[in-house]
């Protein structure tokens, strides 16, 4: 399991997509999830504000145990359903931009989610036994603590709103708009009462800054495959250290007079005459 966590416009989807390619693992983008939520909310009410009365969250909560969810690889591009219909399209608009961070601070959604994710993860590494990358903002403190390796993309402000107005293209909003958004989701991310986006003490850091998409995946790459590398030499140690174990108990269990080549006291046989 390799955990990757950061704030938006590091570089969180796009290097654990392709890290997960590159090695042949599954990806679970948790953001993608997330964000189909908030897309949902935007189809049902418009808009979207906690302050809003409490009727609103009791009417979320029911969508909630309405909605499903789903993660799927196509062509090796993940496809994001949302009660069965593809929306991967539909969730990286500004409305949904605008709400999504406010969406994942409520309890009842970050549980569902976080079940969802490891629903995922479980299913996959049941399905093929293959390796799992996720990321997001508490994957390594939260979703998956116990990550065989923890990463924390990290990236300078001005280059985050660059690459998010790349990202949306034509639907783009001006430059002040990207900053203010992307300051409010930090704000929120790192404020957060539930799971707040934080680096854990074990994560390695990658300022993402000034690197191309393909030296940050080489970078994530190269750290996976050297703790892989770690475990399988730790694995190996440890059936040799069990197989002598088990070698020494089973010598120390033998009658001595029943020991090969050896007499009644267990010394060697003295040599016929």
Known sequence: MVAIDGPAGAGKSTTARLCAKKLGFFYINTGAMYRAIALKVVE??????????????????????????????????????????????????????????????????????????????????????????????DIGSVVFPDADLKVY?????????RRRKRE????????????????????????????????????????????????????????AKAKLQSASHQQMRNTRSESSVRSTTDKACTPRGERKGRGEEGRPNPLPA
């Open 44 to 137: 049902e009410f418009k808009s979207f504000k906690l302050r809003k009365p409490p009727g609103l969250l009791k009417s979320l909560k029911k969508i909630l145990n309405q909605t499903e969810v789903t993660l799927k690889w196509n062509r090796n591009r993940l496809r994001v359903l949302l009660d069965g219909r593809d929306v991967t399209w539909k969730i990286g608009t500004p409305e949904v931009n605008s709400i999504v961070s406010e969406i994942s601070t409520l309890k009842a959604v970050r549980e569902k989610m976080v079940k969802e994710q490891q629903r995922l993860a479980k299913d996959y590494s049941l399905d093929s036994a293959g390796g799992v990358v996720c990321e997001g903002r």
């Open 153 to 161: 993309l990290d990236c300078d402000l001005t280059e985050r709103i």
């Open 168 to 223: 949306l293209g034509s639907k783009a909003p001006n430059w002040e708009a990207v900053r203010r958004n992307l300051l409010k989701r930090d704000r929120i991310d790192v404020t957060r009462r539930l799971s707040p986006l934080r680096r854990m003490p074990e994560a390695v850091l990658v300022d993402t800054t000034h690197l191309t998409i393909p030296e940050q995946v080489a970078v994530v790459c190269a750290l």
